[in-house]
């Protein structure tokens, strides 16, 4: 079973910046075509952040637009969520989620919190 795993989440100032990491861990997804990130404060649901089709175009939520950037690599099950000028709004738990071949995978999650 292919796991995602992310990293890079942590305790930052608000105007800060954190990159969050994701990498497909204990196997490989095939034909990777939808990477994206999603994020969920206390008493919210999960919401996308930010999204990468395999043709490259990227679609961002309004909130994070001008701040956040979303790359990766496909073909390696790769994708990294660069996030700057952090708001105290953007404390949540941000998740990367890949789809492949029909098939959805979500990572365990990693905790960002905004904060002076």
């Known amino acids: 079973q292919v796991q995602l795993v992310e990293s890079g989440g942590g305790l930052v100032q608000p105007g800060g910046s954190l990159r969050l990491s994701c990498a497909a861990a204990?196997?490989?997804?095939?034909?990777?075509?939808?990477m994206d990130w999603y994020r969920q404060a206390p008493g919210n649901q999960r919401e996308l952040v930010a999204r990468?089709?395999?043709?490259?175009?990227?679609q961002y939520t309004e909130p994070v637009k001008g701040r956040f950037t979303i790359s990766g690599d496909n073909a390696k099950n790769t994708v990294y969520l660069q996030m700057n000028s952090l708001k105290p709004e953007d404390t949540a738990v941000y998740y990367c989620?890949?789809?492949?071949?029909?098939?959805?995978?979500w990572g365990q999650g990693t905790q960002v919190t905004v904060s002076s």
């Open positions: 989620h890949m789809i492949g071949a029909n098939r959805a995978y």
């Open positions: 204990s196997g490989r997804i095939f034909s990777t075509n939808v």
């Open positions: 990468m089709f395999s043709g490259g175009s990227t």
